[in-house]
């Protein structure tokens, strides 16, 4: 059965697909969003939301915030053989994607948009309309963004040959007072950060070789202060996994749709980027294809001006985060002198500052 005809489809509602949604409805857009899932839902994240986000998600959720969520502003990072402790200023906050999806998803809805939940969407049929079948429903519209993230129906990427394979755990303990800080703890085959999400619970969140552990509790025991900060935690819900992590150079279209977020390119998560750069690149991908939907460009316009601000923006992120996780997965030794320098006050400046967005993208 045909449904109604939209300017815009967005396939995914995370940090993505709701960015986008809300800025082209904003525009004045007509736009659905279609999501998989039902919200409110955990998620596989350390749910660090870097500083350079917090302007522009306020934008995005307008008077819904989270004052009350904890600011980190420190990252202590525990290597096997040495612990540095980098300051994070202007601090990041911690929210629970539980709550950061839906809150985002809602104010999609309060922009115009209309959103529907468990809503896969199955096929994209590319032309002058794009054709959009779902299961039991098809919808017509002039663009489409894929937000649907880094592994779905509409974004798979062939790993390379003999790349490794990481997957992500992740699950909320209870933990009095803990620091405001993100707590890294690196081992051989990955890393875990722990930091609070509430005043009595923690985020511990991992990412591993698919080879070195296959649960939270293997994590734990891969670092003796992880294992003996965890031993009295008790789990608030059981915890989740991800399918496999891979890394590859970013792409933003393909069959006709641009790509946001995490389906344009997945930085690794020690970078604490990922929601960040989902923000920006949705509401980047909206502006751009404003023109477009209001008739005053064309569609190859919109994915020229996406992709060309997308590699300024964003590339030198990707390309120091892949530099610094050498550094990080490196043998032991080599990692904590190169750790050591890390403790240098402008070096560990230079170091968080590198794996973040350029300041053009921040201006929102
Ligand atoms: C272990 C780990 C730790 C991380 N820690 C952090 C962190 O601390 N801070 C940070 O900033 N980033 C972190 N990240 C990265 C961050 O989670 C992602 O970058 C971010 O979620 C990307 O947002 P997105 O909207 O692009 O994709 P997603 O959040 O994945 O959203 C995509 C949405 O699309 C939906 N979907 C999928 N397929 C379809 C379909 N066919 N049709 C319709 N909908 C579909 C999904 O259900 C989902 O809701 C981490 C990632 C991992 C794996």
């Known amino acids: 059965m045909e449904t109604a005809q939209y300017d815009l489809i967005v396939a995914g509602g995370g940090p ?56 980190i502003s420190r990252a202590r990072i525990f290597s096997l053989r040495k612990t540095i402790s980098l300051p994070i200023f202007p601090p990041a906050k911690s929210i629970a994607r539980y709550e950061l999806d839906a809150e985002l998803l809602a104010a999609a809805r309060r922009a115009g948009a209309q959103a529907k939940e468990e809503a896969a969407v199955l ?114 819900f059981p915890a989740i996994s991800t399918s496999q992590l891979y890394f590859r150079q970013p792409q933003t279209d393909s069959n006709s749709m641009l790509l946001a977020g995490d389906a344009a390119a997945f930085i690794d998560p020690f970078a604490g980027d990922g929601i960040s750069l989902a923000l920006h690149s949705g509401t980047l991908a909206a502006e751009s294809l404003v023109p477009f939907l209001q008739g005053r460009g064309s569609w190859e316009d919109a994915k020229q001006h996406y992709g060309n601000a997308y590699r300024k923006q964003f590339a030198p992120a990707f390309r120091n985060a892949a530099r610094v996780r050498k550094v990080l997965t490196a043998p032991p030794l080599i990692q904590s002198m190169l750790l050591s320098l890390a403790g240098i006050s402008p070096f560990s400046r230079a170091l968080v500052r590198s794996t973040r967005i350029q300041e053009s993208a921040k201006s929102r």
């Open 16 to 71: 993505a697909g709701c960015a986008c949604a809300i800025t082209a409805a904003r525009a004045g857009a007509s736009v659905l969003l279609l999501e998989k899932d039902r919200f409110p839902r955990h998620k596989v994240c350390g749910e660090f939301v870097s500083p350079e986000s917090l302007h522009l998600l306020e934008w995005l959720l307008g008077d819904q915030r989270f004052p009350d969520r904890p600011e």
């Open 123 to 236: 096929e994209v049929n590319s032309g002058t309309v794009c054709k959009i079948r779902c299961k039991t429903e098809t919808f017509t519209a002039r663009a489409v963004v894929n937000a649907s993230g880094r592994w779905s129906q509409l974004t798979q990427h062939a790993a390379k040959k003999n790349q490794s394979k990481w997957i992500g755990l992740k699950g909320h303990f209870c933990e009095a007072q803990a620091p405001n800080s993100v707590d890294l703890y690196f081992f051989n085959g990955g890393y875990c950060g722990v930091q609070p999400v509430s005043e009595s619970s923690v985020n511990a969140c991992a990412m591993v070789r698919a080879d070195a552990a296959r649960s939270l509790e293997d994590v734990f025991s891969m670092h003796p202060e992880l294992r003996k900060r965890s031993r009295n935690w008790s789990p608030l």
